[in-house]
């Protein structure tokens, strides 16, 4: 049978891709990152192994026992953890931070990847696992953006390529054709929440993947918390990458942002 490595963060993400992976026959090993991973996940996977964000030895350790040699990551793990005390990285973990040119996510997800090939542990495109759940191309809402917002959304789109070309962040929030906040290590949702309350009523958020997206990891990916975060500002507008922007529980999404009366798009150029 195929083993796959689940390496699991935060979010719905890993229990969509843990249930796509058991669906293509493969058995699958959770590795559940804590504090981060879903307590469900237990029970959409094969096995789990928890392990503390900070240890990477001890994430290796679990997949050699379980015989992996293909592993995938799914889920957001927040660099803002390495910030924090409470999160102490092991001998492994700090040596790979270590050899790091910068901090950048591009920079110490490929180091991740480099340890864990070196370990004889290949990891895989996450779209294998969930291909049906990017964003098509077009409006997926009833309501479609105003000739004001479509602007908003072509102005934002330029913005949001170049900080990830720049790998600073996936998400600008504009209005009016003005920048009320980048993404930057606090996240997705908390730049929706600082940008749309700097906006008042009425933000346009735009998410795309970088212009050399590697589907390996950091793939731009949204879902209840993203709406969630956007009817708390009062946000009107969600423009996501057509094909390249991962979009969870679609169905109930698209009925809760009609309900809210917020735009979901799949845009491109």
């Given at each position: 049978?195929?083993?796959?490595?689940?390496?699991?963060?935060?979010?719905?993400?890993?229990?969509?891709?843990?249930?796509?992976?058991?669906?293509?026959?493969?058995?699958?090993?959770?590795?559940?990152?804590?504090?981060?991973?879903?307590?469900?996940?237990?029970s959409?996977?094969?096995?789990?192994?928890?392990?503390?964000?900070?240890?990477?030895?001890?994430?290796?350790?679990?997949m050699?026992?379980?015989?992996?040699?293909?592993?995938?990551?799914?889920?957001?793990?927040?660099?803002?953890?390495?910030?924090k005390?409470?999160?102490?990285?092991?001998?492994?973990?700090?040596?790979?931070?270590?050899?790091?040119?910068?901090?950048?996510?591009?920079?110490?997800?490929?180091?991740?990847?480099d340890?864990?090939?070196?370990?004889?542990?290949?990891?895989?495109?996450?779209?294998?696992?969930?291909?049906?759940?990017?964003?098509?191309?077009?409006?997926?809402?009833k309501?479609?953006?105003?000739?004001?917002?479509?602007?908003?959304?072509?102005?934002?789109?330029?913005?949001?390529?170049?900080?990830?070309?720049?790998?600073?962040?996936?998400?600008?929030?504009?209005?009016?054709?003005?920048?009320?906040?980048?993404?930057?290590?606090e996240?997705?949702?908390?730049?929706?929440?600082?940008?749309?309350?700097?906006?008042?009523?009425?933000?346009?958020?735009?998410k795309?993947?970088?212009?050399?997206?590697?589907?390996?990891?950091?793939?731009?990916?949204?879902?209840?918390?993203t709406?969630?975060?956007?009817?708390?500002?009062?946000?009107?507008?969600?423009?996501?990458?057509?094909?390249?922007?991962?979009?969870l529980?679609?169905?109930d999404?698209?009925?809760?942002?009609?309900?809210?009366?917020?735009?979901?798009?799949?845009?491109?150029?």
């Open positions: 049978m195929k083993k796959l490595g689940l390496i699991a963060g935060k979010g719905e993400l890993p229990l969509a891709v843990a249930d796509d992976a058991k669906k293509q026959g493969y058995f699958v090993l959770a590795i559940g990152l804590e504090p981060l991973a879903d307590k469900s996940l237990s959409h996977v094969d096995a789990i192994k928890w392990v503390n964000v900070g240890k990477f030895g001890k994430l290796i350790d679990a050699k026992q379980y015989g992996v040699s293909e592993a995938v990551m799914a889920g957001k793990v927040s660099k803002t953890l390495l910030y005390s409470k999160i102490t990285p092991d001998l492994r973990a700090v040596k790979t931070l270590m050899s790091l040119k910068d901090r950048s996510d591009d920079s110490i997800l490929l180091a991740i990847t340890e864990l090939e070196k370990e004889g542990i290949r990891l895989l495109d996450i779209s294998l696992f969930c291909a049906d759940l990017f964003s098509p191309r077009g409006i997926l809402t309501h479609s953006p105003s000739e004001q917002e479509s602007k908003d959304i072509e102005f934002g789109w330029k913005i949001a390529k170049e900080m990830g070309r720049l790998d600073i962040g996936q998400t600008v929030v504009v209005k009016n054709r003005a920048v009320m906040a980048v993404e930057a290590i996240g997705t949702d908390e730049a929706i929440r600082r940008g749309g309350t700097l906006a008042g009523k009425g933000a346009v958020v735009v795309v993947g970088k212009p050399n997206q590697d589907m390996r990891f950091d793939v731009p990916t949204v879902g209840s918390e709406l969630k975060v956007m009817k708390e500002v009062h946000a009107k507008v969600l423009a996501v990458e057509a094909h390249k922007c991962l979009v529980n679609r169905e999404l698209v009925r809760e942002a009609d309900t809210a009366g917020i735009v979901i798009a799949g845009y491109a150029e």
